[in-house]
């Protein structure tokens, strides 16, 4: 047992037939307290008055967070002992009066590769704070070292979240490619999913994938006519597969490529190549092995996000400008181009933004009408459809209630326009669910 199992424990898993707890979308940081705050705070006066220890106490209280119970440490006479997660890997460090010092231990290298090497060396010239190396068991491991002095919250948030995030992907990424070379370390502190929840996973990945390859091959829709309209449908589906099944390593590689290239402005290609590649991506995801799919799905904690804070006004622009092209797909009979737009809204959003809390749990709810059975399937007992397969009203309106109940002490004038939605179909509910987002007021 090492110095951190010692210091901090393992909490035990939650018991065995509890209510369905499963987490959606990426996680962020953006949603700090004022406990949080209030340590940012702290962290930053002792740093100003050369009191290191202190500051990095609180700096620990800054990137704790509740909900994911991410963070532990202890002070030990002259010397911080700490550990936080990210995904996959478990970064620990000490502080005492002289260094900051954080390693994340990535796998165990089973014998020397060149290959392997050269790409090691190559990251480590992107890296700005943190670097690569070997320690005394052979494991590779991302290594973060600083005087104190030079130790300020400013510079601990970004360097500790660039070995975490870099040391959460690479380890995935890495034990893909160099198998031989590398094996898996310090992953106990994993959940790993039920086989039958994984099941239900990979069914919606390859049913989602094939259903949109069957459409685009049908005589329904004329890809080298309608490229936007592809457009929509396949980024929709690459949104959506990130939100829905959150997968990590290669997947979640797979996806971020294919968001990057569509949006890519060094070099401008025409919307249909960019289609193209987008099919191409999907086509790996679907013929690759179950069992390798099945790896990347795990519950972990995380303590840095990806997405960066958003205002409501964002999302509010990024609605009024997509939502008008629902009306030609519709109105000529595109009825899944229609409804993979807002889809796609919603995705991107979620994607790309850490909107504000109430904006992300309506986008969430979004995806519970829209994607009923898949939720139904994974325990969620409540249906959002009625038996014709339309949005059922009385549940939804519960839903929004709920939201804007949990959120009234911060937002007071958030009062959604739910007379106005409407329940006929799922592009019609879409179009105004969307528009009654789009026009609350979080103002505070």
């Known amino acids: 047992m090492s110095i951190w199992d010692t210091l901090f424990g393992r909490r035990p898993r939650p018991a065995a037939g509890a209510a369905p707890d499963h987490s959606f979308g990426r996680y962020t940081d953006a949603y700090k307290t004022r406990e949080n705050y209030a340590a940012w705070e702290k962290a930053v006066d002792a740093f100003e008055d050369d009191n290191f220890l202190e500051s990095f106490t609180a700096f620990m209280g800054y990137l704790y967070d509740t909900d994911e119970d991410n963070v532990q440490w202890s002070r030990e006479g002259d010397a911080l002992y700490f550990e936080f997660y990210q995904g996959s890997k478990r970064v620990t460090g000490f502080a005492d009066p002289y260094q900051f010092r954080a390693t994340a231990r990535i796998a165990r ?254 986008l969430h709810l979004y995806y519970r009408v829209t994607e009923n059975a898949y939720f139904q399937q994974l325990g969620y007992p409540q249906s959002f459809l009625d038996r014709d397969g339309r949005p059922a009203r009385r549940p939804i309106r519960a839903a929004i209630t709920e939201i804007v109940e949990r959120y009234r002490r911060d937002y007071p004038r958030l009062r959604p326009a739910v007379s106005r939605l409407n329940y006929g179909n799922l592009i019609d509910f879409s179009r105004s669910f969307l528009e009654m987002v789009a026009e609350e007021d979080l103002g505070k």
Request: net charge negative; charged share 30%.
């Open 109 to 362: 290298l089973e014998r020397a590769d060149v290959d392997l090497l050269r790409r090691l060396t190559a990251m480590n010239y992107e890296l700005k704070y943190s670097r690569f190396g070997l320690d005394s068991d052979d494991c590779l491991t991302i290594i973060f070292d600083t005087p104190v002095h030079d130790a300020s919250p400013h510079k601990l948030y970004h360097a500790l979240k660039e070995m975490a995030q870099r040391a959460d992907k690479q380890d995935d990424l890495l034990l893909e490619e160099f198998g031989g070379e590398l094996s898996p370390v310090e992953v106990t502190h994993l959940e790993p999913l039920s086989a039958g929840l994984k099941q239900i996973k990979l069914d919606f990945l390859r049913r989602r994938i094939r259903e949109a390859i069957d459409y685009l091959s049908s005589s329904r829709i004329k890809p080298a006519d309608h490229p936007g309209g592809v457009a929509y449908l396949l980024l929709d589906l690459v949104y959506r597969l990130d939100y829905l099944l959150r997968p990590e390593g290669h997947t979640m590689e797979a996806l971020e490529r294919m968001h990057r290239m569509y949006f890519a402005r060094e070099e401008e290609k025409p919307v249909t190549y960019k289609n193209d590649r987008l099919l191409g991506e999907l086509q790996q995801l679907l013929d690759r092995a179950p069992e390798s799919f099945g790896e990347e799905l795990y519950a972990g904690k995380y303590t840095f996000g990806i997405t960066l804070p958003s205002s409501h006004d964002r999302l509010s622009s990024l609605i009024a400008n997509e939502l008008p092209n629902i009306d030609w797909y519709q109105d000529n009979g595109y009825d899944a181009v229609a409804l993979a737009i807002p889809g796609y809204v919603v995705g991107y959003a979620l994607f790309n933004y850490a909107i504000p809390p109430p904006d992300r749990e309506l």
